[in-house]
Antibody
Framework: QVRLVQSGAELKKPGASVKLSCKAS????????LHWLRQAPGHWPEWMGW????????EYSEKFQDKVTITSDTSANIGYMEVSRLRSEDTAVYYC???????????????WGQGALVTVSS | EIVLTQSPATLSVSPGERVTLSCRASQSISTNLAWYQQKPGQAPRVLIY???TRATGIPARFSASGSGTEFTLTISGLQSEDFAVYYCQQYNNWPPITFGQGTRLEIK
Protein backbone atom coordinates (compact mmCIF):
# COMPACT_ATOMS: atom_id res chain seq x y z
CA GLN A 1 0.00 0.00 0.00
CA VAL A 2 1.03 3.61 -0.45
CA ARG A 3 3.09 4.85 2.43
CA LEU A 4 4.79 8.17 3.15
CA VAL A 5 7.19 8.17 6.11
CA GLN A 6 8.55 11.50 7.28
CA SER A 7 11.60 12.41 9.29
CA GLY A 8 11.23 13.25 12.95
CA ALA A 9 10.46 16.31 15.02
CA GLU A 10 12.86 19.24 14.96
CA LEU A 11 13.66 22.02 17.40
CA LYS A 12 15.26 25.03 15.75
CA LYS A 13 16.31 28.51 16.74
CA PRO A 14 14.99 31.58 14.94
CA GLY A 15 16.94 32.27 11.76
CA ALA A 16 17.94 28.65 11.26
CA SER A 17 16.90 26.31 8.46
CA VAL A 18 15.37 22.86 8.57
CA LYS A 19 15.33 20.12 5.95
CA LEU A 20 12.52 17.59 6.15
CA SER A 21 12.34 14.29 4.32
CA CYS A 22 9.51 12.08 3.10
CA LYS A 23 10.17 8.51 1.95
CA ALA A 24 7.60 7.07 -0.41
CA SER A 25 6.78 3.41 -0.96
CA UNK A 26 4.03 1.31 -2.47
CA UNK A 27 3.75 3.19 -5.74
CA UNK A 28 5.84 4.51 -8.61
CA UNK A 29 7.41 7.62 -7.11
CA UNK A 30 7.72 9.44 -10.42
CA UNK A 31 4.05 8.97 -11.32
CA UNK A 32 2.54 11.39 -8.80
CA UNK A 33 3.28 14.85 -7.53
CA LEU A 34 4.58 15.14 -3.99
CA HIS A 35 3.14 18.08 -2.08
CA TRP A 36 4.13 19.75 1.15
CA LEU A 37 1.68 21.36 3.56
CA ARG A 38 1.87 22.65 7.06
CA GLN A 39 -0.62 23.02 9.88
CA ALA A 40 -0.03 25.42 12.74
CA PRO A 41 -1.64 24.53 16.09
CA GLY A 42 -5.40 24.96 15.88
CA HIS A 43 -5.18 25.96 12.23
CA TRP A 44 -6.23 24.47 8.91
CA PRO A 45 -3.75 22.89 6.49
CA GLU A 46 -1.77 25.35 4.39
CA TRP A 47 -0.35 24.26 1.04
CA MET A 48 3.29 25.24 0.53
CA GLY A 49 4.40 23.72 -2.76
CA TRP A 50 4.99 20.58 -4.76
CA UNK A 51 7.42 18.71 -6.93
CA UNK A 52 6.88 16.43 -9.87
CA UNK A 53 9.59 13.82 -9.20
CA UNK A 54 9.34 12.62 -12.78
CA UNK A 55 10.78 15.81 -14.24
CA UNK A 56 11.87 17.79 -11.19
CA UNK A 57 9.42 20.61 -11.81
CA UNK A 58 8.48 22.56 -8.70
CA GLU A 59 5.83 25.11 -7.91
CA TYR A 60 5.38 27.10 -4.73
CA SER A 61 2.73 29.10 -3.01
CA GLU A 62 3.60 32.77 -3.44
CA LYS A 63 3.65 33.04 0.35
CA PHE A 64 6.57 30.59 0.56
CA GLN A 65 8.33 31.29 -2.71
CA ASP A 66 11.46 32.76 -1.10
CA LYS A 67 11.44 30.55 1.98
CA VAL A 68 11.05 26.98 0.79
CA THR A 69 12.98 24.67 -1.52
CA ILE A 70 11.50 21.32 -2.54
CA THR A 71 13.64 18.59 -4.08
CA SER A 72 13.51 14.86 -4.61
CA ASP A 73 15.82 11.89 -5.01
CA THR A 74 14.21 9.47 -7.43
CA SER A 75 16.88 6.82 -6.80
CA ALA A 76 15.75 6.58 -3.17
CA ASN A 77 12.11 7.62 -3.56
CA ILE A 78 12.53 10.48 -1.10
CA GLY A 79 11.21 14.00 -1.22
CA TYR A 80 12.73 16.88 0.69
CA MET A 81 11.65 20.31 1.75
CA GLU A 82 13.99 22.89 3.22
CA VAL A 83 12.51 25.83 5.07
CA SER A 84 14.85 28.74 5.70
CA ARG A 85 14.94 31.80 7.97
CA LEU A 86 12.72 30.15 10.52
CA ARG A 87 10.58 32.28 12.78
CA SER A 88 8.34 31.39 15.69
CA GLU A 89 5.35 31.65 13.34
CA ASP A 90 6.77 28.69 11.40
CA THR A 91 6.10 26.39 14.33
CA ALA A 92 3.76 23.79 12.86
CA VAL A 93 3.33 20.19 11.83
CA TYR A 94 4.67 19.75 8.32
CA TYR A 95 3.17 17.10 6.06
CA CYS A 96 4.05 15.58 2.75
CA UNK A 97 1.16 14.23 0.69
CA UNK A 98 0.69 12.41 -2.58
CA UNK A 99 -1.34 14.20 -5.21
CA UNK A 100 -3.83 12.17 -7.24
CA UNK A 101 -6.42 13.13 -9.80
CA UNK A 102 -7.58 12.85 -13.39
CA UNK A 103 -4.98 15.32 -14.61
CA UNK A 104 -1.85 16.99 -13.28
CA UNK A 105 -3.87 20.14 -12.65
CA UNK A 106 -6.80 18.56 -10.81
CA UNK A 107 -5.50 16.92 -7.68
CA UNK A 108 -6.39 16.05 -4.13
CA UNK A 109 -4.34 14.22 -1.53
CA UNK A 110 -4.98 10.54 -0.98
CA UNK A 111 -1.99 9.66 1.19
CA TRP A 112 -0.24 11.74 3.79
CA GLY A 113 2.89 11.35 5.84
CA GLN A 114 2.56 11.15 9.59
CA GLY A 115 3.69 14.74 9.96
CA ALA A 116 6.81 16.28 11.46
CA LEU A 117 6.54 18.87 14.21
CA VAL A 118 8.93 21.75 13.73
CA THR A 119 9.26 23.98 16.77
CA VAL A 120 11.01 27.31 16.42
CA SER A 121 12.09 28.75 19.72
CA SER A 122 15.08 30.55 21.18
CA GLU B 1 -6.46 33.03 -4.39
CA ILE B 2 -9.71 31.15 -3.87
CA VAL B 3 -11.07 31.46 -0.34
CA LEU B 4 -13.17 28.66 1.10
CA THR B 5 -15.52 29.51 3.96
CA GLN B 6 -16.90 26.67 6.04
CA SER B 7 -19.90 26.81 8.31
CA PRO B 8 -20.61 26.36 11.06
CA ALA B 9 -17.27 26.51 12.87
CA THR B 10 -18.49 24.01 15.46
CA LEU B 11 -21.41 21.64 15.45
CA SER B 12 -22.62 19.81 18.59
CA VAL B 13 -24.61 16.72 17.75
CA SER B 14 -25.61 13.39 19.21
CA PRO B 15 -24.62 9.99 17.84
CA GLY B 16 -27.14 8.69 15.36
CA GLU B 17 -28.10 12.14 14.09
CA ARG B 18 -27.69 13.46 10.56
CA VAL B 19 -25.57 16.54 9.97
CA THR B 20 -24.78 18.79 7.04
CA LEU B 21 -21.59 20.83 6.77
CA SER B 22 -21.18 23.66 4.30
CA CYS B 23 -18.31 25.01 2.24
CA ARG B 24 -18.57 28.13 0.10
CA ALA B 25 -15.99 29.19 -2.47
CA SER B 26 -15.17 32.82 -3.26
CA GLN B 27 -15.52 32.05 -6.97
CA SER B 28 -16.74 29.14 -9.04
CA ILE B 29 -14.61 26.00 -8.72
CA SER B 30 -16.86 23.68 -10.77
CA THR B 31 -16.81 20.34 -8.90
CA ASN B 32 -13.10 20.49 -8.06
CA LEU B 33 -13.53 20.11 -4.33
CA ALA B 34 -12.42 17.51 -1.81
CA TRP B 35 -13.46 16.88 1.78
CA TYR B 36 -11.15 15.61 4.53
CA GLN B 37 -11.61 14.33 8.05
CA GLN B 38 -8.93 14.97 10.66
CA LYS B 39 -8.71 13.48 14.13
CA PRO B 40 -6.37 14.79 16.85
CA GLY B 41 -2.76 13.86 16.24
CA GLN B 42 -3.48 12.45 12.80
CA ALA B 43 -3.05 13.62 9.25
CA PRO B 44 -6.17 14.52 7.28
CA ARG B 45 -7.91 11.67 5.46
CA VAL B 46 -9.70 12.22 2.18
CA LEU B 47 -13.41 11.40 2.25
CA ILE B 48 -14.75 12.92 -0.96
CA TYR B 49 -13.25 14.20 -4.23
CA UNK B 50 -14.83 15.68 -7.31
CA UNK B 51 -17.41 17.26 -4.98
CA UNK B 52 -19.42 14.05 -4.52
CA THR B 53 -17.33 10.90 -5.15
CA ARG B 54 -16.47 8.89 -2.06
CA ALA B 55 -12.84 7.91 -1.73
CA THR B 56 -11.87 4.26 -1.39
CA GLY B 57 -13.06 2.70 1.85
CA ILE B 58 -15.26 5.61 2.92
CA PRO B 59 -18.61 4.45 4.34
CA ALA B 60 -21.82 5.24 2.52
CA ARG B 61 -23.08 7.36 5.43
CA PHE B 62 -20.81 10.09 4.04
CA SER B 63 -22.33 11.89 1.08
CA ALA B 64 -21.64 15.19 -0.59
CA SER B 65 -23.00 17.46 -3.24
CA GLY B 66 -22.59 20.85 -4.85
CA SER B 67 -20.95 22.66 -7.69
CA GLY B 68 -19.85 26.18 -8.50
CA THR B 69 -19.55 27.94 -5.18
CA GLU B 70 -21.79 25.98 -2.79
CA PHE B 71 -20.95 22.56 -1.41
CA THR B 72 -22.21 20.33 1.36
CA LEU B 73 -21.03 17.24 3.19
CA THR B 74 -23.70 15.15 4.91
CA ILE B 75 -23.08 12.46 7.47
CA SER B 76 -26.07 10.23 8.20
CA GLY B 77 -26.31 8.22 11.38
CA LEU B 78 -23.31 9.74 13.15
CA GLN B 79 -21.02 7.26 14.80
CA SER B 80 -18.57 7.91 17.59
CA GLU B 81 -15.59 7.73 15.23
CA ASP B 82 -17.05 10.55 13.09
CA PHE B 83 -16.43 13.22 15.72
CA ALA B 84 -13.51 15.11 14.22
CA VAL B 85 -12.65 18.23 12.23
CA TYR B 86 -13.72 18.40 8.58
CA TYR B 87 -12.01 20.49 5.91
CA CYS B 88 -12.86 21.25 2.32
CA GLN B 89 -10.08 21.80 -0.25
CA GLN B 90 -10.28 23.29 -3.75
CA TYR B 91 -8.09 22.28 -6.64
CA ASN B 92 -9.75 24.15 -9.47
CA ASN B 93 -7.43 27.09 -9.56
CA TRP B 94 -3.94 26.81 -8.12
CA PRO B 95 -1.36 27.61 -6.96
CA PRO B 96 -2.20 27.93 -4.24
CA ILE B 97 -4.32 24.95 -3.32
CA THR B 98 -6.52 26.20 -0.50
CA PHE B 99 -8.47 24.73 2.40
CA GLY B 100 -11.42 25.95 4.38
CA GLN B 101 -10.95 26.82 8.04
CA GLY B 102 -12.74 23.65 9.13
CA THR B 103 -15.86 22.54 10.98
CA ARG B 104 -15.43 20.79 14.30
CA LEU B 105 -17.98 18.09 14.98
CA GLU B 106 -18.34 17.49 18.71
CA ILE B 107 -20.46 15.21 20.81
CA LYS B 108 -23.49 16.86 22.38
Amino acid sequence: QVRLVQSGAELKKPGASVKLSCKASGYTFTSNGLHWLRQAPGHWPEWMGWISPGNGKTEYSEKFQDKVTITSDTSANIGYMEVSRLRSEDTAVYYCARGVGPTRALIWFDSWGQGALVTVSS
Amino acid sequence: EIVLTQSPATLSVSPGERVTLSCRASQSISTNLAWYQQKPGQAPRVLIYGAYTRATGIPARFSASGSGTEFTLTISGLQSEDFAVYYCQQYNNWPPITFGQGTRLEIK
